[in-house]
């Protein structure tokens, strides 16, 4: 079985060909932009191709018979990205796409790049290919990121709440399927932590976890916007940012999913462990 993992280079797509790496029957193929990033892992196939280059994603996938489609980096041309990486998964006739999927994808979730996931999945349906789509919530690990140098996690979060998932548990379950997928064909999957905590309870939670104080300061929209500024972000990318924390705000992630039980046999990683030992 030849199984390709795109974003090999990241953190995601990486923990997955480390997961899949040496298991008899299995032949790794890494995918990426650049060779200089790709994991070094001994015996697994690289290809070169960037979601923008269609014979490149093409040849990429041809043999392959499951693929990991991680989702693009944040981009205004994002969605156009990953129509020309599936209509190369369909050209290239690929048995299984695993796509890392969003938590409460939909064309008018509060969360703006929620709606480029819904977009995605429906392209992936009408693709050919047999898929699944993982939804995943946020990143517990990418809360240290939240908070910043001075540990403040900032945003007009409210008391909303969300379960964080940790990285290696997504790396998790999409390695386990992209080995076995048939089961999981046309599935939805919601990819959580084990509970569901405020901004302010996050911030504790990470406190205890690192031996080190964090905060959460709620802010009003025009607050957020004004913090935000100085980066010099495009008003989609701004949109984006602070709509992490509406989302949270309006209860769009205040969802415990059972999937990564269900594929794993197991409880998923806390956000204490998550922050403890990040991915």
């Not at 939804?135 to 540990?151: K, Q």
């Given at each position: 079985m030849r199984i390709a993992v795109t974003g090999a280079s990241g953190?995601?797509?990486?923990?997955?060909?480390?997961?899949?790496?040496?298991?008899?029957?299995i032949t790794l193929r890494l995918v990426g932009r650049s060779?200089?990033?790709?994991?070094?892992?001994?015996?697994?196939?690289?290809?070169?191709?960037?979601?923008?280059?269609?014979?490149?994603?093409r040849e990429?996938?041809?043999?392959?018979?499951?693929?990991?489609?991680?989702?693009?980096?944040?981009?205004?041309?994002r969605l156009d990205q990953h129509r020309t990486a599936i209509a190369a998964l369909a050209a290239a006739e690929v048995g299984h796409v695993v796509y890392t999927s969003f938590l409460g994808a939909s064309v008018d979730a509060a969360f703006t790049l929620?709606?480029?996931?819904?977009?995605?999945?429906?392209?992936?349906?009408?693709?050919?290919?047999?898929?699944?789509?993982?939804?995943?919530?946020?990143?517990?690990?990418?809360?240290?990121?939240?908070?910043?140098?001075?540990?403040?996690?900032r945003g007009p979060g409210g008391t909303g709440r969300c379960a964080f998932v940790?990285?290696?548990?997504?790396?998790?379950?999409?390695?386990?399927i992209l080995?076995?997928?048939?089961?999981?064909?046309?599935?939805?999957l919601?990819?959580?932590?084990?509970?569901?905590?405020?901004?302010?309870?996050?911030?504790?939670?990470?406190?205890?976890?690192?031996?080190?104080?964090?905060?959460?300061?709620?802010?009003?929209m025009a607050e957020a916007r004004a913090s935000r500024a100085p980066y010099g972000a495009p008003e989609w990318q701004?949109?984006?940012?602070?709509?992490?924390?509406?989302?949270?705000r309006d209860g769009e992630l205040d969802v415990v999913g059972d999937g990564v039980a269900e594929v794993l046999g197991r409880a998923p990683r806390t956000l204490e462990e998550t922050v403890a030992a990040p991915l």
């Open positions: 953190r995601i797509g990486g923990e997955v060909a480390r997961l899949l790496h040496g298991i008899p029957g060779a200089a990033r790709l994991p070094r892992l001994e015996g697994a196939e690289t290809a070169l191709a960037s979601f923008d280059d269609a014979e490149a994603c990429a996938f041809t043999g392959a018979d499951a693929v990991l489609l991680v989702s693009a980096g944040e981009a205004a041309d929620a709606r480029d996931h819904a977009a995605t999945e429906e392209m992936l349906r009408d693709a050919g290919p047999a898929w699944t789509a993982l939804r995943d919530s946020f990143y517990a690990d990418v809360l240290l990121d939240f908070a910043g140098d001075d540990r403040v996690i940790a990285r290696r548990d997504v790396a998790e379950v999409a390695a386990r080995r076995d997928p048939a089961p999981y064909a046309g599935r939805v919601d990819l959580t932590g084990p509970v569901a905590v405020s901004l302010a309870e996050a911030a504790l939670l990470m406190t205890r976890a690192r031996g080190e104080e964090y905060e959460y300061v709620d802010e009003t701004v949109e984006a940012w602070i709509s992490t924390y509406t989302a949270i």
